[in-house]
């Protein structure tokens, strides 16, 4: 079946590093895809979307990569700070949105 | 930031009673949603509408039920809460209009935390 994943459940960096997010995806058609970051007690909130013609796209210290060869999808967070700690999901969309299970980041000081 | 709010935030409540979980948004948006979230784990769609008059099923089973009167409410409603019933449950709204999804951002409330004793 279909499906939305995160290659690992966790992941711990210093501040100041740079942290990469990966997520694979197995809906080859699915043409929209998004990052969301959620802190804890809080709803899931937006990041960075990209559509499938294009393979990278920058916000403010984030970028978002898109593989469409390997069905891959990461996020880059430049000089994590330690508000950056949450748990990210990536989603995508073709006919619906699908969630995947996320990754818990924690910045160490 | 998104507005959508979700009331309340924290409920603990028995079983057998009936629950209604508000949320509302005024962002003008058709289409809204449902989800569960157990803590740490991903989002499962219970509810979906693309407009006032329109609801759907996810593809989590559940035994709840929506209405969509407004557009800017999208209440959820347990008739008689069981312990399994116990998780967060998460309303968003996106832009866009007509049938399916559209490729837009779902915009989230920070949830309600139900615990069914």
């Known amino acids: 079946g279909e499906s939305v994943g995160l290659h690992l459940p966790t992941l711990s960096v210093q501040e100041g590093d740079n942290s990469i997010i990966n997520c694979a995806y197995s809906?080859?058609?699915?043409?929209?895809f998004i990052w969301y970051k959620q802190e804890s007690g809080k709803g899931p909130q937006f990041i960075i979307d990209?559509?499938?013609?294009?393979d990278k796209r920058q916000g403010q210290r984030v970028t978002v990569l898109l593989n469409k060869t390997v069905k891959h999808l990461s996020l880059q967070i430049a000089a994590t700070q330690p508000g950056d700690s949450a748990v990210y999901f990536c989603?995508?969309?073709?006919?619906?949105?699908?969630f995947g299970a996320g990754t818990r980041l924690t910045v160490k000081p | 930031e998104a507005d959508i709010y979700q009331t309340p935030r924290y409920l603990v409540i028995g079983t057998g009673k009936k629950i209604t979980l508000e949320c509302s948004q005024t962002?003008?948006?058709?289409?809204m949603y449902w989800y569960q979230q157990d803590p740490g784990m991903e989002l499962h769609l219970i509810h979906y509408?693309?407009?006032?008059?329109?609801?759907e099923k996810g593809d989590l089973s559940s035994e709840s039920t929506v209405s969509r009167i407004r557009t800017e409410h999208f209440p959820l409603t347990l008739e008689s809460a069981r312990p399994s019933h116990t998780s967060q449950y998460l309303c968003?709204?996106?832009?866009?209009?007509?049938?399916?999804?559209?490729?837009?951002?779902?915009?989230f409330g920070d949830g309600t935390r139900l615990s069914i004793l």
């Open positions: 809906n080859s058609a699915s043409d929209y």
């Open positions: 509408s693309y407009g006032v008059n329109s609801t």
């Open positions: 968003a709204s996106s832009e866009g209009q007509g049938l399916g999804y559209s490729n837009q951002p779902q915009h």
């Open positions: 989603a995508e969309n073709y006919n619906d949105m699908r």
């Open positions: 962002m003008g948006h058709d289409k």
């Open positions: 990209i559509r499938s013609n294009m």
